[in-house]
Nanobody, 126 residues
Framework: QERLVESGGGLAQAGDSLRLSCVAS????????MGWFRQGPARDREFVAA????????FYADSVKGRFTVYRESANNTMYLQMSSLKLEDTAVYYC???????????????????WGQGIQVTVSS
C-alpha cells in the first residue's frame, strides 16, 4: 500500500519561492506517474503539474508554466514542486497523487485513482 506525504508548504509573499515535497512509501512508487494538484477556496481541484515515472516527461498547467518546476528523485522516492514567482492566486491546498491510470489524462484528478496525499496549505500574501 502506497502512502504519500507532502511537506514544504506555508506562508509566502507574492514573488517568493517555495518547494513542496511528496515522499512516497511503498515498493512500487518508483514506477508510478505522479502529479500535483491544488484546490483553492470554493474551487474544484485543479491540475498543476505531472511527471512520468522515469522523469523524462513533464506537464504543466498554463497558469504555472514557466514559474513552477516538477521533478523527482527516484533514489529517495520523492517528487518535488519548485514554485517561483508566487502569485496570490497560487493560494491553495496542494496535493500530490500517484499511479495514473494507464491511458488516462495526466491532467485529470480522476486519473489518479489510488494514491493521494493529505494535502498541504500554501498561502501567498501581498
Amino acid at each position: 500500500q502506497e502512502r504519500l506525504v507532502e511537506s514544504g508548504g506555508g506562508l509566502a509573499q507574492a514573488g517568493d519561492s517555495l518547494r513542496l515535497s511528496c515522499v512516497a512509501s511503498g515498493r512500487s512508487s518508483r514506477s508510478y506517474d505522479m502529479g500535483w494538484f491544488r484546490q483553492g477556496p470554493a474551487r474544484d481541484r485543479e491540475f498543476v503539474a505531472a511527471i512520468t515515472w522515469g522523469g523524462g516527461n513533464t506537464f504543466y498547467a498554463d497558469s504555472v508554466k514557466g514559474r513552477f518546476t516538477v521533478y523527482r528523485e527516484s533514489a529517495n522516492n520523492t517528487m518535488y514542486l519548485q514554485m517561483s514567482s508566487l502569485k496570490l492566486e497560487d493560494t491553495a491546498v496542494y496535493y500530490c497523487a500517484a499511479d495514473r491510470r494507464s491511458g488516462s489524462s495526466y491532467r485529470a484528478p480522476v486519473s489518479y485513482e489510488n494514491y493521494w496525499g493529505q494535502g498541504i496549505q500554501v498561502t501567498v500574501s501581498s
